[in-house]
């Protein structure tokens, strides 16, 4: 069914997001494109916290990764209080719950890991920090490659919105922390930015840089309105890379990274796994159509698990209920 002004004239949609700065200027963003092309539709923005969200004192690593970012919203749209939600695609599982659907992906941005160095040692690298410089990230995925490419270095977590974990740093806390370039520019603190990784160093996040509208199964008057948001290349990309991922059986919390590319109609995924020490990392490459992206994010996936990525995968996984 197609939407038209005089079907929806006195319609609401309802959004869901999280209550973060950046998810609001997501979701912020999303309504304003939806209004723009639906100007008869009222778009309403109802937020909430997740667990990941009130869990601030526990890496995230230790919680669990079922829907961490996202079930709270997830189970909003089941009980119908709104009507699809909109995550960083990165937070958003591979398995979805019975009854929902990736309803569309937008335009990726950059989907690097951006570099903020303390004070102190703007205008230098990664590699220039002395040795024992604290570097802040809750992420197993860049700890595993910064610990393989920077052994010198120190890691520590941090936890908190983008703000937050600026503070401290500024305060001396870190000397560097890592942050997606994409949030970053986001919330307009691209200046804060002094250091991007380049890919030999830091594979990023899948679905990193792009934005996941999730709704209900069959609910085609909210799909045919997201169409609105849906950006093709980046849905190939996305796709071929969430396939790598649950292939795995991995989550957002593990040292998995990737890298996604698409040149005339031909894409190119590249996937990794590595140990939390940094010591291993299984790294390879796999090219195809890009309407094959779903089979090849699974062929990737099986092949570095027969190069010793399970093991790595059920090590981390064992230690994190222990």
């Known amino acids: ?40 539709i009222e778009f309403e923005v109802c937020t909430l916290e997740t667990q990941g969200d009130k869990v601030l004192d526990v890496a995230l690593s230790k919680i669990g990764d079922k829907g961490l970012f996202t079930q709270e919203l997830e189970d909003g749209m089941l009980d119908r209080t709104f009507d699809f939600a909109v995550h960083s695609l990165k937070d958003l599982p591979t398995n979805l719950p019975e009854g929902l659907m990736l309803g569309c992906v937008t335009e990726r941005v950059n989907p690097a890991d951006a570099v903020v160095f303390n004070e102190k040692f703007k205008g230098g690298e990664l590699k220039d920090l002395p040795e024992g410089a604290v570097v802040g990230t809750s992420s197993l995925r860049r700890l595993a490659q910064l ?46 930015i002094d250091q991007i990784l380049t890919a030999d160093v830091s594979l990023h996040a899948v679905g990193q840089g792009a934005l996941g509208i999730e709704c209900r199964e069959g609910d085609q008057e909210i799909l045919d309105v997201l169409k609105v948001l849906e950006h093709k290349p980046s849905k190939f990309r996305c796709v071929a890379e969430r396939a790598f991922l649950r292939t795995l059986e991995g989550g957002c919390q593990v040292p998995i990274g990737v890298n996604t590319s698409i040149e005339d109609d031909t894409l190119t995924l590249i ?4 140990s939390v020490d940094g010591q291993r990392l299984i ?33 981390i996984n064992a230690a994190n209920r222990s």
């Not at 908190?160 to 942050?179: F, Q, S």
């Not at 996937?271 to 590595?274: C, E, F, P, T």
């Open 1 to 40: 069914m197609s939407v038209t002004a005089t079907e929806t004239s006195t319609r609401t949609i309802r959004i869901g997001s999280r209550k973060s700065q950046l998810a609001l200027v997501q979701t912020y963003w999303v309504r304003d494109t939806l209004k723009a092309a639906f100007p008869d």
């Open 147 to 192: 610990r393989h490419h920077y052994p010198h270095l120190t890691f520590k977590d941090i936890r908190g919105n983008v703000n937050t974990r600026l503070k401290k740093l500024d305060a001396g806390e870190y000397d560097a922390t890592i942050l997606a370039v994409a949030g970053l520019e986001r919330l307009d603190m691209g200046n804060r």
């Open 271 to 274: 996937g990794l796994v590595a």
């Open 283 to 315: 790294k390879d490459t796999i090219s195809g159509p890009v309407g094959d992206a779903a089979t090849m994010g699974v062929e990737l996936g099986d092949r570095v698990k027969g190069q010793g990525a399970k093991e790595i995968l059920d090590e």
